[in-house]
């Protein structure tokens, strides 16, 4: 089979080195891809965005199966694009990856069905989000309408700062249409689980439980990212926790996606806090997370091709979903600086005895042939073990034994889930 992957990052590279498990995969081709990918997969360069050259692309090669990863492709509808050609995908139509692309839509969609959410307020006009945030309880949470590349986001402690969170989004326009409207809403509190599951518009199945990292710095400070490292499973997410989800959130959300004529099939992402009140949604996202799919993959027991493609096929019920015991820890590498700006073109080394547990994020090949960074996330160290303690320390491990100059990471990651399960 030709297998075509759209994105070009460290879940990019989880996905492609999971689904070459499968004999029957004869080569996997990475639209963009990178310069670490490029050692598994054939990197043609051709942009996640460009919906049309990926298109043209697959249909030129005869792709048997394409999987889109990035939320910017599904929401500008590249499934549907593909589909149009008979090319069977892994992923949401456009009309239901809005469930990520517009929060809007998310909020109204829970407030509908009864999905436990934070409570909000939507505006569309910055004078009267100006004027509710001079009442409103606070701390309070402002969040851009659409996609903001994980930066929509903007926790606000004083009035001061929820005014310029809204100053900042609606007029001046700091993350361009996508804040066109804004949601404000209630700031929950409690420990948050990402739960990332597969569903054909049917069924859904839970994959294993993570937990990110997403502040640049060690415990929990210094600037929002994509993600510094993740752990599974979640010690938070226990087993009455994941039942009540299942009731409460994951198949009254399949379903009102579904009654509301946008049947979501491929990886749907729960991002969650465990309230005080119970499991709430915060944020759903239409895809695979990054860095949850480095933890979350590895630990996946059985062949990821045949379960995406009952997915596809709306036989996700009559497929068994495995995952092993173990605990899988991810340690970003990153490039100082990041998220903000950084120095691009070291040279990265990676020992070969340890490639195969390192994902390759933000990389590419100079002229000399070598790995070089070029992005803010460079490399995702990941290790399988028994124990949480002792993935944590083969991460570490793996992220002592690469290198790159600038190179950061945070030395804390799964430093809370330990503290959880000592206390649990
Ligand atoms: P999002 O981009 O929606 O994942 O939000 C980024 C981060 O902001 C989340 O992972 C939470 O840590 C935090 N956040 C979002 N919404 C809320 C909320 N209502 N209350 C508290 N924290 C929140
Ligand atoms: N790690 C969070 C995300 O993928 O959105």
Redesign the pocket.
Do not use: W
């Given at each position: 089979m030709k297998i075509m992957v759209v994105g070009g990052g460290g879940r990019e590279h989880a996905i492609i080195k999971k689904i070459k498990e499968n004999k029957a995969v004869e080569t996997v081709y990475a639209l963009p891809g990178n310069g670490g990918i490029a050692r598994d997969a054939v990197c043609v360069n051709i942009g996640a965005k460009d919906i049309d050259g990926i298109v043209a692309f697959a249909v030129e090669k005869g792709i048997d199966y394409a999987i889109v990863a990035p939320d910017d492709p599904l929401v500008l509808g590249c499934v549907d694009a593909l589909e149009a050609k008979g090319i069977p995908c892994f992923g949401p139509r456009a009309n239901a990856a809005i469930i990520e692309g517009s929060?809007v839509f998310s909020k109204d969609l829970m407030k509908k069905y009864g999905i436990p959410t934070?409570k909000y307020e939507v505006f569309d006009d910055a004078e009267k989000a100006l004027e509710y945030v001079k009442t409103a309880p606070i701390p309070t949470?402002v969040?851009a309408d659409g996609l903001a590349l994980?930066k929509?986001?903007i926790?606000a402690m004083t009035r001061e700062e929820a005014r310029d969170a809204v100053i900042s989004i609606m007029q001046d326009k700091q993350f361009g249409k996508s804040g066109d409207k804004i949601v404000i809403?209630?700031?929950?509190?409690g420990p948050?689980v990402s739960v990332l599951s597969f569903t054909d518009g049917n069924t859904v199945v839970p994959m294993i439980s993570s937990m990110?990292h997403?502040r640049a710095k060690d415990n929990d400070t210094g600037l929002?990212t994509g993600g510094m490292g993740t752990v599974a499973p979640n010690p938070y997410y226990t087993a009455g926790i994941a039942a009540e989800c299942m009731e409460k959130i994951f198949l009254p959300t399949i379903r009102a996606m579904k009654a509301e004529g946008r049947t979501f099939k491929g990886c749907l992402y729960f991002?969650l806090?465990i309230t005080k009140d119970g499991p709430k949604v915060?944020?759903y996202n239409c895809r695979f997370g990054d860095p949850e799919t480095q933890v979350v993959l590895p630990l996946l027991d059985c062949d990821l091709l045949t379960v995406m493609q009952a997915v596809t096929n709306g036989k996700l019920a009559d497929t068994e979903v495995k995952f092993s015991d173990k605990h899988a820890c991810c340690v970003i590498l990153a490039s100082e600086g990041y998220p903000e700006s950084y120095k691009k073109g070291f040279t990265i080394d990676i020992p070969d005895a340890v490639a195969d547990k390192v994902y390759v994020a933000g990389a590419s090949v100079n002229e000399k042939g070598e790995l070089v960074t070029s992005g803010g996330r460079v490399l995702g160290c990941t290790a399988v073990e028994d124990t949480l303690p002792a993935a944590i320390e083969a991460a570490y491990g793996i992220c002592d034994s690469v290198s790159f100059e600038n190179a950061y990471c945070r030395r804390d990651i799964g430093a809370r889930a330990l503290k959880a399960l000592a206390e649990a």
């Amino acid at each position: 089979m030709k297998i075509m992957v759209v994105g070009g990052g460290g879940r990019e590279h989880a996905i492609i080195k999971k689904i070459k498990e499968n004999k029957a995969v004869e080569t996997v081709y990475a639209l963009p891809g990178n310069g670490g990918i490029a050692r598994d997969a054939v990197c043609v360069n051709i942009g996640a965005k460009d919906i049309d050259g990926i298109v043209a692309f697959a249909v030129e090669k005869g792709i048997d199966y394409a999987i889109v990863a990035p939320d910017d492709p599904l929401v500008l509808g590249c499934v549907d694009a593909l589909e149009a050609k008979g090319i069977p995908c892994f992923g949401p139509r456009a009309n239901a990856a809005i469930i990520e692309g517009s929060k809007v839509f998310s909020k109204d969609l829970m407030k509908k069905y009864g999905i436990p959410t934070a409570k909000y307020e939507v505006f569309d006009d910055a004078e009267k989000a100006l004027e509710y945030v001079k009442t409103a309880p606070i701390p309070t949470v402002v969040k851009a309408d659409g996609l903001a590349l994980g930066k929509g986001v903007i926790i606000a402690m004083t009035r001061e700062e929820a005014r310029d969170a809204v100053i900042s989004i609606m007029q001046d326009k700091q993350f361009g249409k996508s804040g066109d409207k804004i949601v404000i809403e209630e700031f929950l509190e409690g420990p948050e689980v990402s739960v990332l599951s597969f569903t054909d518009g049917n069924t859904v199945v839970p994959m294993i439980s993570s937990m990110d990292h997403k502040r640049a710095k060690d415990n929990d400070t210094g600037l929002n990212t994509g993600g510094m490292g993740t752990v599974a499973p979640n010690p938070y997410y226990t087993a009455g926790i994941a039942a009540e989800c299942m009731e409460k959130i994951f198949l009254p959300t399949i379903r009102a996606m579904k009654a509301e004529g946008r049947t979501f099939k491929g990886c749907l992402y729960f991002g969650l806090m465990i309230t005080k009140d119970g499991p709430k949604v915060i944020e759903y996202n239409c895809r695979f997370g990054d860095p949850e799919t480095q933890v979350v993959l590895p630990l996946l027991d059985c062949d990821l091709l045949t379960v995406m493609q009952a997915v596809t096929n709306g036989k996700l019920a009559d497929t068994e979903v495995k995952f092993s015991d173990k605990h899988a820890c991810c340690v970003i590498l990153a490039s100082e600086g990041y998220p903000e700006s950084y120095k691009k073109g070291f040279t990265i080394d990676i020992p070969d005895a340890v490639a195969d547990k390192v994902y390759v994020a933000g990389a590419s090949v100079n002229e000399k042939g070598e790995l070089v960074t070029s992005g803010g996330r460079v490399l995702g160290c990941t290790a399988v073990e028994d124990t949480l303690p002792a993935a944590i320390e083969a991460a570490y491990g793996i992220c002592d034994s690469v290198s790159f100059e600038n190179a950061y990471c945070r030395r804390d990651i799964g430093a809370r889930a330990l503290k959880a399960l000592a206390e649990a």
